[in-house]
């Protein structure tokens, strides 16, 4: 019987910490890169979730190459939901990017961060975080349109949102920002091969 003990459940060093802070860091730049050309128009907002899927994928599993351990991916996704809330976004932004943070890092987990499909896998998951804003316009608009009003939203704005919106919208956004999480994260594993190896990453 091997006497090693699994990386993954080793606990976070300092220097973890700081390689999680500075990837989080760089996370949240390529999401504010993705997301600009569509977050301000309230057409096109819906999209994006599939912006910033597309730019942060070598990012994210980079990181999980970097770290492998348990809680790195849980951070950055409450680091991410923590910048949402105090600059203003709908709640829901925030708790998904936490909540897929905590899903995000236990799927990892379970191929040791060292899965190169169970790490895409695990990009694809933490992507749909920033689709839960949508999931509640959809399913509540008035308590959404509520809840930005006193955020600062303007109201014009909503309105344009609302009546761009289509009910099959919602599952455009999901599936699209799955499809470009996933081609986000394919480049990714062909950038960064060399990095993968090196961290003993198998597919």
């Known amino acids: 019987m091997s006497n090693q003990i699994n990386p993954a459940k080793k606990s976070l060093t300092i220097k973890d910490l700081v390689t999680t802070g500075i990837f989080s860091a760089i996370f949240l730049v390529f999401t504010l890169i993705g997301g600009i050309f569509f977050a301000p128009n309230p057409v096109l907002t819906f ?31 409450i ?16 708790l998904g990017y936490i909540g897929m943070g905590i899903i995000a890092d236990l799927v990892a987990g379970a191929g040791h961060y060292r899965n190169k499909v169970v790490n895409l896998l695990s990009y694809m998951l933490m992507s749909l975080g920033g689709v839960y804003t949508y999931v509640v316009f959809f399913i509540d608009p008035q308590g959404w349109a509520s809840t930005m009003l006193e955020n600062g939203t303007e109201q014009s704005y909503i309105d344009t949102m609302s009546a761009s919106a289509p009910s099959w919208l919602l599952a455009v956004i999901i599936i699209g920002t799955l499809a470009i999480a996933a081609f986000s994260g394919w480049i990714g594993g062909k950038l960064l091969k060399k990095q993968f190896e090196k961290a003993g990453i198998t597919a």
Do not use: N
């Open 79 to 94: 680091i991410m939901g923590i910048i949402w809330f105090v600059t203003g976004m709908h709640w829901a932004f925030s």
């Open 47 to 77: 999209y994006m979730p599939m912006g910033a899927a597309l730019l942060c994928g070598p990012v994210y599993l980079l990181m999980i190459a970097k770290v492998q351990k348990r809680w790195s991916v849980t951070i950055l996704g």
